[in-house]
């Protein structure tokens, strides 16, 4: 028997064959720093860099690909953004929802008594309600953060109307998209957010270290680099760039992963890798369907398939979320992730803070077998509680 992996939520894997191809070629055969010299490899790195911005800036319909800054991960480009934008005295508005590379560093801001900061709470199934943002902004709020799905219940958020309260307070909005990019279709220009951060590992496809920043040029010049250092453009300035992405991409890029990134994408975006998006919905919806026969069983999150993402998280009565994993990944070799998912505000909204739950995120090459072979696992182990 071999392992079934059903913690997509957490990074995609396996990847397509074009990526670990992407990669593997890049590495031997470019093998090179990208946006430094001007031989013949240099420039077959940054073509690659340039390609994969492009994607990307395709993918989420923003104007121009300099917009997309690479970064190290989700968390990078979430820290680059709040970490960037905020100043002494401001305020910033987060969610319950958040993860905490959101939560993380405005409590950083907010303990060192740099920002205030206001959390607005969800309702049962995960959701934000514009209202309550709209509540919270004062003539200080600086910034509004939230996910555009949460990695928890997978409840997709109401980013239209949260953007429509934002503008017309004149807030900048921060989307965190980990849970949904390559999942659901977004576009920056029609919700008007002025900064999107996502991973290029989840549901992009692409390996593990990479991750993106989108900044709207209205904003661009208000944030702050994160790093400083060499970005192989302006050599003779020994003042960081301002211009953007050099700006945020100090140090040499990660060519090989954004090579493999760049290969994700275009999965992703292809008619194949759409059709393996709505298979991963579809085992989502068997997931739910056969775990709601289980007897002491709680499915969190919103029922409605329209309104969450690939993400089941459960509770069996009796049992912490630790001793389920544990026995999932020792009895039956199912990997799934226990405990607070970095969600840890969501858990106390949830009332689940004390034994966490259990999430399942199938990816798009899980089969029909591996939900029929989690649910009986789960059926088992409820059963013998
Ligand atoms: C909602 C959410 N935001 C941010 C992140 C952080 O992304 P990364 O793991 O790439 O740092 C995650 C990762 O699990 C996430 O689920």
Partial sequence: MSQIYLDNAATSWPKPESVYCAVEQTMRQVGVSSGRAIYDAANTASKIVKDTRQSIAALINAPTAEQIAFTCSGTDALSTAILGILKPGDHAIATAVDHNSVLRPLLHLQQNGTIELTIVPCDDAGIVAPEAVAKAITNQTRLVAM???????????????????????????????????????????????????????????????????FVSTAIADDISPLRFGGTGSQNVD???????????????????????????????????????????????????????????????GPTERSLRTSVTSISIEGLDSQTVAGILDVEFEI?????????????????????????FSPGPFNTSVDIEFAVNAVSEIAGSV
């Avoid at 109401?158 to 965190?176: E, M, R, Y």
Wanted: proline letters at 6%.
């Fill in 147 to 213: 996910p555009h799905a949460g990695n928890v219940t997978g409840a997709i958020q109401p980013i239209f109307a949260i953007s429509a309260v934002c503008k017309k307070h004149g807030v900048p909005l921060l989307v965190d998209a980990a849970q949904t990019i390559g999942h659901l279709r977004i576009d920056v220009q029609q919700w008007e957010c002025q900064m999107l951060a996502a991973p290029g590992h989840k549901g992009l496809m692409g390996p593990l270290g990479t991750g993106f920043l």
């Fill in 238 to 300: 020994a003042s960081q760039p301002l211009e953007i992405p050099q700006k945020f991409e100090s140090g040499s890029l990660n060519v090989p992963a954004i090579a493999g990134l760049g290969a994700g994408v275009k999965f992703a975006n292809s008619e194949v890798g759409e059709a393996m998006q709505e298979h991963t919905d579809d085992l989502t919806e068997e997931l739910r369907d056969g775990l709601s026969n289980v007897k002491g069983i709680r499915i969190y």
């Fill in 335 to 359: 990997q799934i992730r226990s405990g607070f998912h970095c969600a840890p505000m969501l858990h106390q909204c949830l009332g689940t803070a004390e034994h966490g739950l259990v999430r």
